[in-house]
């Protein structure tokens, strides 16, 4: 098995570009999330989807969007690229969320590392 | 939402017990604690969770309080390989911190 797969792996955007982060997961997960990691820091959760159809903000949604595509695939759009969103971002799928046990056990993503000049 | 409070960095000679402590006083009752580990710049890897009781698994030992307030993950035998950072995350919350540095010296 794959688990979670992030495309692309690195990306280089000018300031006012805009680009999608893939994600995809092959373990029937109901939830999936996207952190963003900048140096010498944790990880901040960008958005979370519950489940296919549900999504919600987690602590730094501001410049972002994010797609619930099917049960699989969970996007993250940057519409108008900033330097302060130069980051390294994780995507991260569980069985599900706010669930009990081996449930909520996150498996993430190799990650995307992502420059804005 | 449960919050948890982690030393910056330790310091362990390979082959040496490595103790991390984490603590998490605003836990309430169903929630569970979860250790994951980050080495180098990879995405965090699931480590061992628990609720009330200890827990071990071939990675390493969870030892929980019996006010459930504080946790310490036990690695029993470091390698250089178990140099990463080690975060304590309660499991509703979603808040990774900045982790545990724990560095393994020979």
């Known amino acids: 098995n794959a688990g979670v797969t992030q495309t692309p792996k690195f990306q280089v955007l000018k300031t006012g570009q805009s680009m999608t982060l893939q994600c995809a997961q092959d373990?029937?997960?109901?939830?999936m999330y996207w952190y963003r990691q900048d140096p010498g820091m944790g990880l901040r959760l960008i958005y979370y989807?519950?489940?296919?159809?549900?999504?919600d903000k987690g602590e730094v949604p501001n410049g972002y969007n994010v797609s619930r595509l099917n049960k699989r695939e969970f996007s993250l759009r940057l519409e108008s690229a900033a330097p302060s969103q130069t980051s390294v971002y994780f995507c991260?799928?569980?069985?599900?969320?706010?669930?009990?046990?081996?449930?909520?056990?996150?498996?993430f993503g190799a990650g995307t590392r992502l420059s804005v000049l | 939402d449960a919050k948890t409070t982690q030393p910056p960095s330790m310091d362990c000679a390979e082959g040496r017990a490595a103790n991390l402590p984490c603590n998490h006083s605003?836990?309430?009752?169903?929630?569970?604690v979860y250790w994951y580990r980050q080495i180098h710049s990879q995405g965090p890897q699931y480590i061992i969770h628990?609720?009330?009781n200890n827990e071990t698994n071939e990675m390493a030992s969870l030892i929980i309080t019996e006010d459930r307030k504080s946790s310490t993950l036990i690695l029993p035998h470091a390698t250089l390989r178990d140099t990463a950072v080690y975060y304590c995350?309660?499991?509703?919350?979603?808040?990774f911190g900045k982790g545990t540095t724990l560095s393994v010296s020979s």
């Open positions: 991260a799928s569980s069985e599900t969320r706010g669930g009990y046990g081996a449930k909520n056990i996150q498996y």
């Open positions: 373990m029937n997960h109901n939830s």
């Open positions: 989807s519950a489940s296919e159809g549900t999504t």
């Open positions: 605003t836990i309430s009752g169903n929630e569970y």
């Open positions: 628990g609720l009330k």
């Open positions: 995350i309660v499991s509703t919350a979603l808040i």
